[in-house]
C-alpha cells in the first residue's frame, strides 16, 4: 500500500495490552530509586541494607494490593520468566503425582512452550466466544497423571473473562494445584479466587519492563527448575532491577486504586468500538464474549485483508495497534487462540486501552478505519 497519508492529529497508542504507557507514579518511583535502590540488597554495608529496606518495603506493597503474603511474592526479570518459572517449578515440585500439564488451549505462548520443554500435556478447548469448556476442564483435571492445571485469568487476544473460580473447584476436588497467568487482567479486573500460583507482568499495568511476579501459595509444591543454592522458594536468576521493582510496586498500587473508574470509563469506549466497526466495516467479525470481557481489549477480524497491511496503513494515520496474533507472529502461524476459537484467524486486530486515551481518539480511529480498510481490499481486487 503506498504511503500517502499524514496523521490528522497526535499518535494515538492503542497497544497497552503489549506493554502500557508508565504510569507517573512509576516514574516519579523509578527516578528517586535510581538514587536510593541501587544497591545490592544482599549485602550488609549501609547502602545494601538502604536496599534491602526498600526491596522489603516493594515487597509487602504488592503483596497487600495482591492479598497474599509477603514470603509467597517473588519478584523475576519479566513476565514471561516468571510464567515459565510456575509452570516448570509447579510441574518439578508435583513429579510424583504425576507429569502432565493441564491447560486451555488459549493459554499464552509463553505457557506452551514450557509444557512443551517438559514433556506431556493435556489441552482443553474453548468455544466461539473464547469461553474454557468446564465439562472437559473437570473431566481432564481428574484423569490422573495430572501435576499441574494452567488457565490464563482473561484472554490476551480475545479479551474474554475465564472462569477461574469453577475451573479452581475442579482443581481442589482433584487434588490438582491451578496456575493462573493474570498478566492482563491485572489492573483492569479483581483478581480470581481459588488459584495456588499466579503471575503477572508489571508492564501491563503501567509500571516498568522488566519485572514479573510469581506468587506460590503456601503449602503448594514448587521446586526451582534452575540451579541455585534454594531449590524450594523462587528466587531471580542473577541481579533484580531493584529500581524497576520499587517503580513497579508504587505503580500497582495507584492503577489498583483508579481500576475502577477505569475500567467503567474504558469499558464504554470498547463497546463503542464493538458497535461501530460492525456498522461500517463489511465483512468483519468483533471477537470474544461481549460481557464477561476485559474492559479496556477488542479484536476484531476483518476478511480479505491481510492484517499486517492494515496494522501499517493505522500506523501511517498515527495509530498504534497490534494484530491479535502478535505473540505467535514469529513462528508465521496463525494465532493458535483464535484458532481454537474458530474464528477468522486473519486480518486480526487488537485494540487495548489506557487511561491517556480519550473518545476523541477513539472517535478519530473509528473514522479512519473503514476508508483503510476498503482501500486495502480494492489493492487485491476484492
Same mark, same amino acid.
Given at each position: 500500500m503506498? +504511503? ?8 494515538? +497508542? ?43 518495603? =516493594? ?10 503474603r509477603?514470603?509467597?511474592?517473588? @519478584? ?18 508435583r ?6 500439564l ?5 493459554e ?9 520443554r ?35 485469568s482473561a484472554?490476551?487476544?480475545a ?19 491451578? +496456575? ?27 509500571? !516498568? ?33 531493584l529500581p =524497576? ?16 473508574? &477505569? ?28 460481557? &464477561? ?6 479484536? @476484531?477480524?476483518?476478511? +480479505? ?13 498515527g ?35 489506557? !487511561?491517556?486515551?480519550?473518545e ?9 478505519? !473503514?476508508?483503510?480498510? =476498503? &482501500?486495502?481490499?480494492? &489493492?487485491?481486487?476484492?
Open positions: 503506498e +504511503y500517502t497519508a499524514e496523521p490528522a492529529g497526535a499518535s494515538v +497508542y492503542l497497544d497497552s495490552a503489549s506493554a502500557a504507557p508508565l504510569h507517573p507514579v512509576a516514574r516519579q518511583a523509578l527516578l528517586a530509586a535510581l538514587d536510593d535502590g541501587w544497591a545490592d540488597p544482599d549485602r550488609l554495608y549501609a547502602a545494601g541494607r538502604r536496599a534491602q529496606q526498600l526491596r522489603d518495603a =516493594a515487597t509487602a506493597t504488592v503483596a497487600h494490593c495482591l492479598g497474599v509477603p514470603d509467597e511474592l517473588t @519478584f523475576l526479570p519479566s513476565g514471561t520468566a516468571a510464567v515459565h518459572a510456575a509452570v516448570l517449578g509447579g510441574l518439578v515440585g513429579a510424583r503425582a504425576g507429569t502432565t493441564v491447560h486451555s488451549a488459549i499464552h505462548s509463553a505457557v506452551l512452550h514450557a509444557a512443551a517438559h514433556g506431556t500435556a493435556r489441552e482443553v478447548g474453548v468455544d466461539g466466544l473464547g469461553r474454557l469448556d468446564l465439562d472437559a476442564w473437570d473431566t481432564a483435571v481428574r484423569a490422573g497423571d495430572v501435576a499441574l492445571a494452567s488457565l490464563i484472554s490476551h487476544e479479551g474474554t473473562v475465564q472462569p477461574v473460580a469453577a475451573a479452581a473447584e475442579s482443581c481442589a476436588e482433584a487434588g490438582v494445584p491451578l +496456575y493462573v497467568d493474570a498478566a492482563q487482567s491485572l489492573g483492569h479486573a479483581p483478581l480470581p479466587s481459588g488459584w495456588s500460583l499466579l503471575t503477572a507482568s508489571a508492564r501491563k499495568w503501567g509500571g !516498568p519492563p522488566g519485572v514479573g511476579l510469581l506468587v506460590v501459595r503456601k503449602g503448594v509444591r514448587w521446586l526451582s527448575p534452575y540451579p541455585g543454592d534454594d531449590l524450594h522458594r523462587p528466587r531471580p536468576q542473577g541481579a533484580l532491577d =524497576a521493582v520499587i517503580a513497579a510496586a508504587a505503580s500497582l498500587r495507584a492503577v489498583l486504586g483508579e481500576a475502577q473508574a &477505569e475500567a467503567d470509563r474504558q469499558s464504554k469506549l470498547v463497546d463503542k468500538i464493538r458497535t461501530r466497526v460492525a456498522e461500517t466495516v463489511p465483512d468483519v467479525e468483533i471477537v470474544g464474549d461481549p460481557v &464477561e470481557r476485559l474492559p479496556h481489549l477488542v479484536t @476484531f477480524s476483518c476478511l +480479505y485483508v491481510d492484517g499486517e497491511a492494515l496494522l501499517h496503513a493505522l500506523d501511517r494515520h495509530f498504534a495497534v497490534s494484530s491479535g496474533s502478535s505473540c505467535t507472529a514469529s513462528t508465521l502461524r496463525p494465532s493458535h487462540v483464535l484458532e481454537a476459537m474458530g474464528v477468522l484467524s486473519h486480518g486480526n486486530v487488537r485494540v487495548s486501552l489506557h !487511561p491517556g486515551v480519550t476523541a481518539d477513539v472517535d478519530r480511529f473509528l473514522a479512519v478505519l !473503514p476508508g483503510l480498510v =476498503a &482501500e486495502i481490499r480494492r &489493492e487485491v481486487g476484492m
